[in-house]
């Protein structure tokens, strides 16, 4: 018999196929836990399920087949797997392991080689990160349905992540805050306890997010805040001008009593010991309230104000993590950092420098995460090549520098336009990284998304979508950062100023071309999950999106980068009108998120309603 390995998502770090089947008697399978804390109701459940997969029934009783126990030498979240002719054996470090364990398992079980049989194999696994999550914006602009978070936890289960986080400004329901949500569809105490339970009986560790700091326009373009902010009518930032009020003024003392407001609220409906309070991108520091501050002690305003918040939430029993690309830019205050608090090294760019910014958290001694991005955001399609290149180097060199935690972001910038799982190939890919880097160093990625995560026995879906992400890869489409040139065409409307457009329309064409002949073969595959029409509907909208970005650069360049030729069409092109957009944008909005944010989404689009442009620039 063929020893081939199977297709297993994270890949073990140690993984021995052999001859042989262990054949599952058709009246049952018996099994025993030897350690019963092991065998959870969520574990019962994943064996179960196994085992149904592999075509026979789970129970209690007679001789066992499944014998689970605990093994004392393996590190935490550990587990050994034996598969032999004669049934199937399963150490484990703890009930974390005994899950990841079921897990593996019920991978196995997709690829049986013939009904009621698993091949025999070997397998020891445990993780190189001991925290592995995903960071979910929720602020811009979708707040997910319960039944979406429910179902976003069962897929970290299935990829072994331990830690999630919904990135908050606005987006929780403030008592005495009404004016700053009301139009959002927040989370709201009670959906956070019931989320937290979830997440508690399957070892993931939801942690509050909530940005303390800077990100707060939201809160500080309303009357009732706005004598908070630090620079009210606006500030420069690298690349432009910000019109709008952003963070705290730091020095302000009713700052810290805002802050403390909001995670005297916020933090007792979270059991995590940790809490995320944000504090990135503080651009307007020192342009506006506290500018004398700043020019008299520098970099130390910021680290005063981490301080405080860090002071309330070690009052509230929380640990402090924060994202450290302010502190990065004064790394001698670093270890100044009171040593309980954790710092996010974060960055979403195949070449950007963990290993430096890793090294400098490092040598301080406080702990730290790395945080790549699964590219999705300011992309309609994802960016592929460069979310596996990001996620890959963070993995290697949080690992070389001893980051405690790998934590996946995923942004909903310029309106959350990407469909959630766009973001299944990013999250999958990090946590095979996370969890084994070295064994994971090679992967097959759309073979692990047919199998695990879309379930389709055409086995295609999963190259599609990665190709789909690839577009902005297409020869001659000039790349930009943190995002893609289509996107970018879509948001700035008909008078999108485009330097780096060149004058060339038809490498512009031909990914048009490939995105409509992906769109087709959506038809051919054979998915088996439960939102299998919806998922072949969210793709081939945004392939349509792609597309429109993509006509609209090819009009321009074909028209030497001037404003579009007013004989422009989109139905001459193929494409659905605007409003066709909007509506299916709306729809499938609704079909995994609340109502909440998709007005704002959609004012992103109204720029290319012909209704908006002036007759002379707008297409006929």
Known sequence: MSTVPPVLFPIPRTLRPDDGLCLLPPQGVDWIACDEPLATPVVLDLFSGAIALAGATLRRGGMPMIRLER?????????????????????????????????????????????????????????????????????????????????????????????????????????????????????????????????????????????????????????AYADLAEAPDGFRVPWGLCAHPFSLCPTDPRCEAFVAGLLEELLPNFDSACVNVGCDETFDVGQ????????????????????????????????????????????????EIPKD???????????????????????????????????????????????????????VHGQRTGAKGYLITDWGDGGHWQCLPVSYAGYAYGAAQAWAVDANASVNLPAALDLHVFLDTAGQFGRIVCELGNLYRSEGVPSVGNGTLYFQALQTGWDLPMAKLGVQADPYRRAVARAFDLALQLAGTRLHCADADLLREEFTHLADLARWGLELCAA?????????????????????????????????????????????????????????????????
């Open 71 to 223: 093994a004392s030498l393996l590190p935490a979240e550990g587990y050994r797997l034996a598969i032999t002719v004669d049934g199937i054996r399963i150490e484990a470090a703890d009930a974390a392991g005994a899950q990841h364990a079921a897990v593996t398992l019920r991978q196995l079980a997709r690829q049986c080689p013939q009904p009621s049989a698993f091949a025999c194999l070997s397998a020891e696994d445990f993780p190189d990160f001991s925290r592995r999550g995903i960071m979910l914006d929720i602020s811009r602009d979708k707040v997910p349905t319960m039944a979406t978070l429910f179902g976003l936890v069962d897929r970290m289960v299935e990829m072994k992540l331990n830690e999630i986080q919904l990135y908050t400004e606005h987006t929780f329901a403030y008592v005495g805050h009404r004016e700053v949500w009301r139009y959002a569809s927040p989370m709201t105490a009670d959906e956070v306890r019931a989320l937290g339970a979830y997440c508690r009986a399957r070892h993931i560790d939801l942690v509050p997010n909530q940005n303390s700091f800077g990100h707060l326009e939201r809160w500080l373009k309303l009357p």
């Open 288 to 335: 506006g309230r506290s500018k004398e501050a700043v020019e008299q002690r520098g970099g130390r305003v910021y680290l005063d104000f981490l301080k405080k918040i860090q002071g309330i939430a070690a009052g509230l029993g929380k640990r402090i993590q924060f994202w450290g690309d302010i502190i990065l830019c004064h790394p001698e205050l670093i270890p």
């Open 341 to 395: 608090v954790v710092g996010l090294v974060w960055g979403y760019e195949a070449d950007h420098p963990f290993e430096a910014q890793c090294a400098a958290f490092a040598a301080s001694g406080l702990d730290f995460y790395v945080c790549p991005g699964t590219s999705s955001w300011r992309s309609i399609t994802g960016r592929t090549d460069n979310a596996l290149a990001n996620l890959r180097s963070a993995a």
């Open 556 to 620: 321009r360049a074909g028209n030497e980068g001037q404003t579009l030729p007013p004989e422009w069409d989109p139905g001459s092109h193929g494409l659905p009108s605007i409003t066709e957009v909007m509506e299916r944008h709306s729809r499938l909005w609704l079909a995994r998120n609340r109502p909440g944010g998709l007005a704002e989404s959609l004012a992103h689009m109204e720029t290319l309603q012909p209704s908006q442009h002036d007759k002379e620039t707008m297409p006929r």
